[in-house]
Nanobody
Framework: QVQLVESGGGLVQPGGSLRLSCAAS????????MGWYRQAPEKERELVAT???????DYAASVKGRFTISRDNARNTAYLQLNSLKPEDTAVYYC???????????????WGQGTQVTVSS
């Protein structure tokens, strides 16, 4: 059974940093594209970063240069380093594998509980 457990969120001041973790069980994340998503109140969930199986990286324009996605294959864990945080980064952050369909890339598994990131002074 696949399980994704996100952690590392919290309350941080603008300009601060956090490191989010996504611990996976039941799967081997290195064979998938892994994505970090976020959902702010009353907004749709959005993709912010992807690490592909070949190690290539993609970022949403809103986070490029501030967030860094990575993974540790030995720990079967994906990470998202959040730097220079802004109030608009406040959201629940989720991870998931992404798979390509004819209509585009889609999340593969059910969502975990996510981890709350709140950026406020």
């Amino acid at each position: 059974q696949v399980q994704l457990v996100e952690s590392g969120g919290g309350l941080v001041q603008p300009g601060g940093s956090l490191r989010l973790s996504c611990a996976a069980s039941g799967i081997t994340i290195s064979i998938y594209a892994m994505g970090w998503y976020r959902q702010a109140p009353e907004k749709e969930r959005e993709l912010v970063a992807t690490i592909h199986s070949d190690g290539s990286l993609d970022y949403a324009a809103s986070v490029k240069g501030r967030f860094t996605i990575s993974r540790d294959n030995a720990r079967n864990t994906a990470y998202l380093q959040l730097n220079s945080l802004k109030p608009e980064d406040t959201a629940v952050y989720y991870c998931n594998a992404r798979v390509p369909l004819t209509t585009g890339w889609v999340p593969l598994w059910s969502w975990g509980q996510g981890t709350q990131v709140t950026v406020s002074s």
